[in-house]
Nanobody, 126 residues
Framework: QVQLVESGGGLVQAGGSLRLSCAAS????????VGWFRQAPGKERDFVAA????????YYVDSVKGRFTISRDNAKNTVYLQMNSLQPEDTAVYFC???????????????????WGQGTQVTVSS
């Protein structure tokens, strides 16, 4: 059973930066695509960024392009989300998830992911 644990969230002022980590244990992680999603209070869970299994391809929602960077270190079974120029609208609980398909690419579709972490809170103050 794969377990994903997010960390790195917190409170930051607008314009600041945070780096989220998603660490996997209990199963294979390095041969699967990974995505980051976020859910603001009262809203649905939305796609943020994804990376393919090798790290050679990434995909972002338009609102974070140029500000967020997803990366992975397969030797450490960890995926990162570097978030710069944070804005109050980035406030949400951030989740990482592993794609169902082996040696998978990027996808913004939540139903293509099976294992999910518990989330880490990111709060951006104005």
């Amino acid at each position: 059973q794969v377990q994903l644990v997010e960390s790195g969230g917190g409170l930051v002022q607008a314009g600041g930066s945070l780096r989220l980590s998603c660490a996997a244990s209990g199963g294979t992680f390095s041969h699967y695509g990974v995505g980051w999603f976020r859910q603001a209070p009262g809203k649905e869970r939305d796609f943020v960024a994804a990376i393919n299994w090798s790290g050679g391809s990434t995909y972002y929602v338009d609102s974070v392009k140029g500000r967020f960077t997803i990366s992975r270190d397969n030797a450490k079974n960890t995926v990162y989300l570097q978030m710069n120029s944070l804005q109050p609208e980035d406030t949400a609980v951030y989740f990482c998830a592993r794609r169902i398909r082996y040696e998978s690419g990027t996808s913004p579709l939540a139903y293509e992911y099976d294992y999910w972490g518990q989330g880490t809170q990111v709060t951006v103050s104005s």
